[in-house]
T-cell receptor, first 118, second 109 residues
Framework: GAVVSQHPSWVICKSGTSVKIECRSL??????MFWYRQFPKQSLMLMAT?????????EQGVEKDKFLINHASLTLSTLTVTSAHPEDSSFYIC??????????????FGPGTRLTVL | AQRVTQPEKLLSVFKGAPVELKCNYS??????LFWYVQYSRQRLQLLLR??SRESIKGFTADLNKGETSFHLKKPFAQEEDSAMYYC???????????FGSGTRLQVQP
């Protein structure tokens, strides 16, 4: 149980276009999902916390108008990179917490989406 | 601010040797500490967490509040342990994780 999927697994787009990445909890309901970003050979950096039915909470330095997050249901959060530029190229990873599991704050991670902006 | 430090980018050992992956943290309250592992071409997955005080795949980690450390240990490394290991912290009231920079463990035959 507790599987998180992401779609697409990779995407290549032209500079200036927008890209949407989906994160789904397949067998549990996630009121909170998290979006991370990972540059090559670096660690995961939290971008934002996605809350079902309310606005996302962005980390300092992350542009909310550039990285639009929507969490319209208990099993789906989307990250839209608007007007993407080459410097947005990165590996985007989502995670979700299963509130039904009472043991601590374990998060389940998606497989990630590699975005390449030409 | 919370911070997780993993001083070693790469740790290479021979099969059967003991392993210790270091993790130090900075947090003013009572943190929740985790070790996540990422095998080649697989997603990040939880290895163990300090509140469970369990041993997974022969790995253990003890939270030392005095030294603010949560080192991961295994007495006898196996080749299948080769992977990227991340130490992570979650602060009270904040469910997001802060990750260390990761340590790549290579277990040679």
């Amino acid at each position: 149980g507790a599987v998180v999927s992401q779609h697409p697994s990779w995407v290549i787009c032209k500079s200036g276009t927008s890209v949407k990445i989906e994160c789904r909890s397949l067998d549990f309901q996630a009121t909170t999902m998290f979006w991370y970003r990972q540059f090559p050979k670096q660690s995961l950096m939290l971008m934002a916390t996605s809350n079902e039915g309310s606005k996302a909470t962005y980390e300092q330095g992350v542009e909310k108008d550039k990285f639009l997050i929507n969490h319209a249901s208990l099993t789906l959060s989307t990250l839209t990179v608007t007007s993407a530029h080459p410097e947005d190229s990165s590996f985007y990873i989502c995670s979700a917490r299963d509130p039904a599991r009472a043991e601590g704050n374990e998060q389940f991670f998606g497989p990630g989406t590699r975005l390449t902006v030409l | 601010a919370q911070r997780v430090t993993q001083p070693e980018k790469l740790l290479s050992v021979f099969k059967g040797a003991p392993v210790e992956l270091k993790c130090n943290y900075s947090y003013s309250g009572s943190p929740e500490l985790f070790w996540y592992v990422q095998y080649s071409r697989q997603r990040l997955q939880l290895l163990l967490r300090h509140i469970s005080r369990e041993s997974i795949k022969g790995f253990t980690a003890d939270l030392n509040k005095g030294e603010t450390s949560f080192h991961l240990k295994k007495p006898f490394a196996q080749e299948e342990d080769s992977a990227m290991y991340y130490c992570a912290l979650s602060g009270a009231g904040r469910r997001a994780l802060t990750f260390g920079s990761g340590t790549r463990l290579q277990v040679q035959p």
